[in-house]
Nanobody, 120 residues
Framework: VQLQASGGGTVHTGDSLRLSCVGSRRTIKYYNMGWFRQAPGKEREFVAS???????YYEDSVKGRFTISRDNDKNTLSLLMNNLQPEDTARYYCAAGSAVSNDPSRYDYWGLGTQVTVSS
């Protein structure tokens, strides 16, 4: 499956953004889907995931602020980010995998990412 993320941008503290990730060449229906992010000089980290059984998981710092969702009919993954903070600044990647894990190394397919910058 090929993934294309979009929706990033530059916003101020407290603003919201919605990221989208569209899959092509194959349905995402049977994959566990996740959002990950990587800031300069840091390792890629888990943000949120929604598995094929629709269970959702969130990294602690984004709980209550971010909401992940998927629409299998539209082959789309979304991430609604509210109350953005400067520490959320990173490049955000969507990914698909078959393993039951939130470890980025267990995900098989990755998009190129979309940049989110939050200014204070």
């Amino acid at each position: 499956v090929q993934l294309q993320a979009s929706g990033g941008g530059t916003v101020h503290t407290g603003d919201s953004l919605r990221l989208s990730c569209v899959g092509s060449r194959r349905t995402i229906k049977y994959y566990n889907m996740g959002w990950f992010r990587q800031a300069p000089g840091k390792e890629r980290e888990f943000v949120a995931s929604v598995w094929s059984n629709m269970y959702t998981y969130y990294e602690d710092s984004v709980k209550g602020r971010f909401t992940i969702s998927r629409d299998n009919d539209k082959n789309t993954l979304s991430l609604l980010m509210n109350n953005l903070q400067p520490e959320d600044t990173a490049r955000y990647y969507c990914a698909a995998g078959s393993a039951v894990s939130n470890d980025p190394s267990r995900y098989d397919y990755w998009g190129l990412g979309t940049q989110v910058t939050v200014s204070s």
